[in-house]
């Protein structure tokens, strides 16, 4: 990978961090409202992911999703003035944290209801074969929607009908606070595509040079042969959501992978490799900094949005 | 002006709308080689070929969850569900996605998915293939529920459904397919959400949809023979609710009865009485009768079922009650 690349990378994955960091903060203020479920410690896969991606193909992820907004080049702005509500944000204010999208950078959102939108996926790339595009659709899911109806009904379609989709199941662990032992009848969530015969891999996804090179291999399949599972083993360093007081889980626990954390491997990495040095790394989080404090500023100056959002989005066409 | 079946009628519509436009292909249990459980999609698969006319496996989450996906990339998708019972399967998709994806994201998805459902009970199917829960749907914001009484308005409405770019759900009542009616050769387009007379009359006002509509113009020929007059509305979309002309009746007639299939409690005829309340208190001459479904789970029994269905006596029964 180019020096600059790996460097645009870094920048993405501590901006991630950052953004979500200050969210927590902002939570914490009563200025973001719902539910807020963070991201960090599992920024290297939607980073690594998203990087092997053409720009036709589609995005489509859970609840927890502002690090797959970031990546799919959403800016911080966008991101924070939604999570505060505003018109100015990437939905206008009207999905908060879990609903994030944005059509014209092929982020098809964020949603809220596990598992629901892996038969969306199924749809966005039925709708890329039926026009004859070489397009893939990357759906993202947590290891908790892997025990849920839709995943079954999504992965075996997709298969049957030989759909063009990257399914990412990212393995943090836990559904909520229940560990994945306790609720799926094989760990190793990669083992649920055999049962549809469907190829799948298996990813450290604390690794950010590791998920995109498992991405670019796994894209190819899909464009050549349909539907493939990656599985990206992780870790959430925070609670499920803000409100989560952690009994499931001890410390040590979270101690011991924390010492994992991605953006530390992917820093070690690059100077490994000599592609930067400390400075260059440290003058991108400087900017990171500025960047998200612009974005906090912009969010909170933003207006909300009006009542014409309220009543004017429920139909397109008008009635009568 | 041709006399055409109901089941022809919706044929017609897909078929046409196809033909017009790529986008529009058709999804569902049955729906290619068997030609559809109720032969609604005979020979499409042979004219508009497998792509078009896609066979999907018996899960309903994924029909209409990939309907939705499909819809919001640009495709048209038609998905059909063989009864409205199994849209309880799909009930997330239905009302969290299909009805909510556009307002949720700020108005930058749109949804142009048409859900073809079979509603109604009275084929002897048992108490969990005879519903009429058209009205839960009609529930949610974001959804549009339309539901035919008439060949006419079918071909007309779901030709405008599939047109349009806001979700969906077409209701067709099992019973209704072999209904005939007048078509007219040319093109056939029919406003969603306004509501129609199919009879006018001066005596009582009759609001209905779908199969109470045959229903309830039956009850208001043999009140005719008595020469009571009723005018009988077709409310034919359910959300968004047109009001103007059961309002206008109401205001002529002062009396009125609302039939439907589906089951009394919060039903369509507790909204839209509600609604006469509301709009023309002064107007009223007598307590307004709702004509419904006895409130159990439908027997397979014959004759139970029978009991259970609201019939023309039960519709002529309440138009003497207001008058």
Redesign the interface.
């Known amino acids: 990978m180019e020096p600059k690349e790996l460097l645009r990378l870094y920048h993405e994955m501590v901006l991630v961090r950052r953004v979500e960091e200050r969210a927590a903060e902002l939570y914490q203020q009563g200025k973001i409202g719902g539910f807020l479920h963070l991201y960090i410690g599992q920024e290297a896969i939607g980073t690594g992911l998203i990087s092997a991606r053409r720009p036709e193909d589609?995005v489509i992820t859970a609840y927890r999703d502002h690090g797959i907004a970031i990546s799919c080049g959403m800016s911080a702005k966008a991101v924070m003035a939604e999570l505060l509500g505003k018109v100015t944000?990437?939905?206008?204010?009207?999905?908060g944290s879990m609903?994030l999208?944005?059509?014209n950078l092929n982020f098809?959102?964020?949603h809220a209801?596990v598992g629901?939108h892996?038969?969306?996926?199924?749809?966005?790339?039925?709708?890329?074969k039926?026009r004859g595009s070489d397009a893939a659709t990357i759906c993202l899911f947590g290891d908790g929607a892997t025990n849920i109806?839709?995943f079954h009904?999504?992965l075996?379609?997709s298969k049957?009908?030989s759909l063009p989709v990257l399914w990412v199941c990212e393995n943090n662990q836990y559904g909520m606070g229940t560990a994945v032992e306790r609720a799926s009848a094989v760990s190793e969530i990669r083992q649920k595509a055999e049962g549809y015969g469907m190829p799948n891999a298996r990813v450290d996804g604390m690794d950010v040079l590791a998920v995109r090179q498992a991405a670019d291999e796994a894209l190819a399949r899909v464009r050549s042969g349909g539907p493939f599972l990656l599985e990206a083993i992780t870790y959430r360093f925070r609670g499920h959501s803000m409100g989560d007081p952690e009994r499931y889980r001890g410390s040590d626990e979270v101690r011991r992978w924390q010492e994992d954390d991605p953006i530390g491997i992917f820093r070690r990495a690059i100077l490994e490799r000599g592609a930067h040095d400390e400075a260059a790394l440290d003058a991108e989080e400087r900017a990171v900094d500025q960047e998200v404090q612009e974005a906090v500023a912009f969010a909170e100056q933003s207006p909300n949005?009006g009542p014409e959002?309220l009543f004017?989005?429920?139909?397109?066409?008008g009635?009568? | 002006m041709a006399i055409i079946t109901m089941r022809e009628a919706i044929s017609q519509a897909l078929w046409e709308e196809m033909e017009r436009d790529e986008r529009v292909?058709i999804l569902g249990e049955e729906v290619g080689v068997w030609g559809g459980t109720y032969a609604v999609t005979k020979g499409f698969f042979d004219r508009f070929g497998a792509?078009r006319v896609?066979d999907?496996?018996i899960?309903e989450?994924?029909i209409?969850?990939?309907?939705?996906?499909?819809?919001?990339?640009?495709?048209k998708?038609v998905a059909e569900l063989m009864t409205i019972n199994f849209a309880f399967m799909a009930m997330?998709?239905i009302v969290?996605?299909s009805a909510k994806?556009?307002?949720?994201?700020?108005?930058?998805?749109?949804v142009p998915i048409v859900i073809r459902a079979v509603s109604g009970g009275g084929r002897q199917l048992g108490a969990t293939h005879s519903q009429t829960p058209d009205v839960i749907f009609a529930h949610f914001?974001?959804l549009?529920v339309i539901a035919p009484g008439t060949p006419h308005d079918a071909k007309g409405l779901l030709k405008a459904a599939i047109r349009?770019?806001?979700p969906v759900l077409f209701i067709e009542h099992a019973t209704l397919y072999q209904t005939r009616g007048e078509v007219p050769e040319e093109e056939v387009l029919e406003?969603?959400?306004?509501s129609k007379v199919q009879r006018p009359g001066r005596d009582v006002t009759i609001v209905s949809y779908s199969k109470m509509l045959q229903v309830s113009l039956q009850a208001a020929e043999r009140l005719a023979q008595e020469g009571i007059e009723a005018e009988v509305i077709d409310l034919r979309t359910l959300r968004?609710l047109?009001m103007e002309p059961v309002i206008e009746s109401f205001k002529r007639t002062n009396r009125a009865v609302i039939a439907e299939e589906g089951w009394r409690s919060y039903g369509i005829g507790a909204e839209v009485s509600a609604r006469i309340y509301e709009a023309a208190l002064d107007y009223v001459d007598a307590p307004i009768q709702r004509v419904a479904q006895k409130e159990v789970p439908l027997p397979y029994n014959r004759e139970l079922e029978q009991m259970a269905l609201p019939q023309v006596e039960d519709v002529i029964q309440a138009v003497r009650e207001v008058l």
């Open positions: 589609r944000g990437c939905s206008k204010g009207m999905g609903h999208a944005d059509v098809w959102g964020g209801i629901a892996l038969p969306l996926a199924s749809g966005l790339a039925l709708a890329d039926y109806g839709y009904e999504a075996n379609l049957v009908w949005p959002l004017g989005t429920e139909f397109v066409d009635v009568r | 292909f792509e896609r999907t496996p899960a989450g994924v209409i969850g990939a309907a939705n996906g499909a819809a919001m990339a640009g495709l998708p997330d998709q969290n996605h994806l556009r307002a949720m994201f700020g108005g930058q998805f749109t914001p974001g549009k349009g770019q806001d406003p969603i959400g306004v968004p047109d």
